[in-house]
């Protein structure tokens, strides 16, 4: 069965640099949330989309953006990228209506 | 103060052992996840409840929604069960969205 793809699986970036994480939802889900989990840290919600709009904002960086596109894929953008920025972003995918949550493997983002 | 808590923090289990998780919300939920995380790995969504009970091979979950409390059980416990396992509430929010709430993890290691 098709699982939540997110992309890439690693990334290595540079301070100031940017950053562009995807995330490609069960098929016919019709939600996407963004979550960072730090070192050692339990996941922090940053952001979620319903319906290509935006349901929820959690403790997202103003440098931080996120959309939803028309094929319910998600593109979270990072910019002046933080040596504090470097976490494991995963997303997770669901129905509304329906309980059913599904995660990602997770970009695991490391910025120096 | 957390909104989800889980104990223990820590558990070290010899190999056959039978382990305990437990996870206690503060408010009423519509759902909750039991999630693993290897180290370095994403999350894997191992139960979803709303009431009462489920079994998958060596994991039982439980949940008491008037006590809103909830505990994983693994009997038989294994070094491969060694992991990261999150106890994830999901809160209904004003305009039909909800939001997934993190507990804070409970760091399992299975020695043989």
């Known amino acids: 069965a098709a699982g939540v793809i997110q992309s890439p699986r690693h990334l290595i970036k540079e301070k100031r640099e940017t950053a562009t994480l995807k995330c490609y939802p069960i098929?016919?889900?019709?939600?996407v949330y963004w979550y960072q989990q730090g070192p050692g840290q339990d996941p922090q919600f940053l952001i979620s989309?319903?319906?290509?709009?935006?349901?929820d904002k959690g403790s997202i960086p103003d440098r931080f953006s996120a959309q939803q596109f028309s094929d319910y894929h998600s593109e979270l953008n990072m910019s002046s990228l933080e040596l504090g920025d470097s976490a494991l972003y995963f997303c997770?995918?669901?129905?509304?209506?329906?309980?059913?949550?599904?995660f990602g493997s997770g970009t695991r983002l490391t910025v120096v | 103060k957390n909104e989800v808590e889980q104990s223990p923090q820590n558990l070290t289990a010899q190999e056959g052992e039978f382990i305990t998780i437990n996870c206690s919300y503060s408010?009423?939920?519509?759902?909750l996840h039991w999630l693993q995380q290897h180290p370095g790995g994403g999350i894997v969504s191992l139960f979803m409840?709303?009431?009462g009970k489920k079994k998958h091979g060596r994991l039982i979950a439980t949940i008491n929604i008037q006590e809103k409390h909830s505990s994983l059980h693994i009997t038989a416990s294994h070094p491969r069960d060694s992991a990261v396992y999150i106890c994830?509430?999901?809160?209904?929010?004003?305009?039909?969205?909800?939001?997934?709430?993190f507990g804070k993890g409970t760091k399992l290691t299975v020695n043989p």
């Open positions: 989309f319903y319906e290509k709009m935006q349901s």
């Open positions: 994830a509430v999901r809160w209904p929010l004003q305009g039909g969205s909800e939001k997934l709430v």
């Open positions: 098929p016919r889900h019709d939600t």
């Open positions: 408010v009423g939920i519509s759902a």
């Open positions: 409840l709303s009431s």
């Open positions: 997770a995918s669901s129905s509304q209506g329906l309980y059913g949550y599904t």
